[in-house]
């Protein structure tokens, strides 16, 4: 499958649907700065009802809005305002989106559904995360800790009717959730048509697949696929003229939420095709779906192999090849490997698909971690965005499907930055994959104003899509045939120890594990 598509030439809600009063966009940083003009261009929103709130002066970033009627304030929300600050200006029926960070999702949360009014993240979020970061048991920094909190929540609600809010709905997570389904959707029928599965039990999968693609029900295309993993494969191939200097942390999406996000523990959803936990592996208990593990080492320091294509769809498998990505803990580890959990009639799980994010950034951004591992992890000094710098390049970021009897399935976003600047002058290609998620989100919030907390799992995926698709440049899904064992060179192989080996089962994490 091939697509290039160009952005959007008419508004992706029509003009008869109501919009808000208000709308409040907290932060204004990289994404920030890409929400506030397609509010105006792709959802008709009148410039003078956006207010932007953010701690930092970034106005110069939107300053054409600025100019059109957007009003910018720089303030702070803190544990001890929101509820006043917020009170101030918004009320019900009006939208918020919550673009910061470290400002505690569960109490956001909480206030817009008591007071009526629409709410989206792109993260859950809590306040002051770094305080005593490495005297904190290591499961209460997860965001599997994050979701049981929304969890509780919900509970104390005693239903989910509301105003609607969507948490963690950017590119990932968010958008590969459902372009999760969609994959799914392309390798069943590939599945089919090349009459794929075989064995003694064919006959049955096969049956079962052909009713769970009519259905919808894509935890049992999962399993009756045979898909044993999802990665969420990205490769950012940007490049710029400013190089990076040294103390500061460079990086072509917030650089201080990737600081947040590589510091934590590496997080991944839980197969049940799993044999063993890895090295500093950890299992959740509880009342949870405990469908995820977590590994004690940070992110950035926990290395997985994976594979990405090329940059064009003509040379997707022929310049594609495999890459090393940090694994780094992102919301769609917890929702996907959950929703797409097959339980028997005790209600114990049968099914899941590991899942995790293998993210390997950009240049700049790997010298900047190199040197962040040099400084003992110690925050940076500055950040950099980068925008107008980058020269060539582009972000392939997909969702990879493995372990069916077609070994890989890629399906993805190629966006390149020429791409992204035809589309949004002076983002980069990552900042508009973020950006086109969450407007087409608040799409969706526009639409629907009533459906309570969602995750991106719980959204109709082609609805979503239809929207998302206009801000993903060229596109590609197909068939990979690759393992994480296949060409692999050790280069010591007499001292490799039995923890270590990845043994000869290419589906196992332990085959992933590159570090």
Known sequence: ?????????????????????????????????????????????????????????????????????????????????????????????????????????????????????????????????????????????TLYHRHMGLRAMLARWGSNNGPSAIVEHGANPGWVSHEAKYALEELGAALLSRNAIVGADAAARIATLERALAADDFAQVAEAAGVKIIQISERDTQLTDRPKKVGEFVNTWSGEGFYEEGIAPAELGWGTHERSLPARGLAHDGNGPRNQILIRRAGMETQVRTWVPGATPARAVAEGGESIGMLIRHGEAFTMSDHLTVRDERGAARYRPTVYYAYCPSDSAIASVHELRGRNWEHPERFRLLNNEITTGEDRLGVFLLGHPLKGWWSGSLLSIDEARANLPGHSATTLQVAGSVISAVAWLLRHPQEGLRVPDELPHRELLTDIRHYLGTRWSGAVDWTPLAGRLELFPDAVSPAEAPGDDPWQFSAFLAR
């Open 1 to 141: 499958m091939v697509a290039s598509v160009a952005g959007p030439g008419t508004l992706l809600v029509p003009a008869s649907t109501p919009r808000p009063a208000r709308i409040v966009v907290l932060g204004c940083g990289s994404i920030g700065q890409a929400i506030v003009p397609l509010l105006i261009r792709d959802l008709g929103v009148a410039p003078a009802s956006i207010r932007v709130v953010e701690v930092l002066d970034t106005r110069a970033r939107i300053a054409d809005s600025i100019a059109k009627g957007v009003t910018y304030e720089q303030a702070a929300v803190t544990r001890e305002n929101l509820g006043a600050f917020l009170g101030e200006r918004l009320s019900a029926g009006d939208v918020l989106l919550d673009l910061a960070w470290n400002i505690d999702a569960i109490e956001i949360i909480g206030w817009c559904h008591d007071n009526g009014v629409r709410y989206l993240n792109t993260s859950v979020e809590i306040w002051e995360p770094y305080a005593g970061v490495s005297q904190q048991p290591p499961i209460t920094r």
